[in-house]
C-alpha cells in the first residue's frame, strides 16, 4: 500500500480523550494509534457514532485541539488538527 502522507507519522499507543460540546463536556475514552503535527489516527469503538469535529485532549484536559475527520473505518478515526478559530481569525481565514 502507498503511503499518501506528506509527513511522516510517529506510531504510538497513547490513551486519549475525545470532548464533546462545550457547556457540559461529554468525554470520550480512546487511544491514539499514530500522531503527527497535521492530525492523527484514533482507535476507538464506535467511531462512525463520532461528529465530523470534535477536540482532542492528550493531557486530560489541560489542552484541546480543534479536530476534523477525514476518514472512518470499523474502529479507528482519521483526522486532521484544525486552526483554533482565534488563531485563524488572527491569520485572516474563516
Known sequence: MEERRAIVRTRVRRAAE???GADAP?????MLRDLTSAGACI???CPYEMPDT???TLD???SLRPCRVRWRSHDRL???FEM???QSN????G
Open 60 to 62: 486530560r484536559g489541560r
Open 18 to 20: 475525545i470532548v464533546l
Open 90 to 93: 488572527a491569520a485572516g481565514v
Open 54 to 56: 470534535f477536540e482532542l
Open 78 to 80: 482519521g483526522v486532521s
Open 43 to 45: 482507535a476507538l469503538e
Open 84 to 86: 483554533p478559530a482565534a
Open 26 to 30: 461529554a468525554k470520550i475514552r480512546c
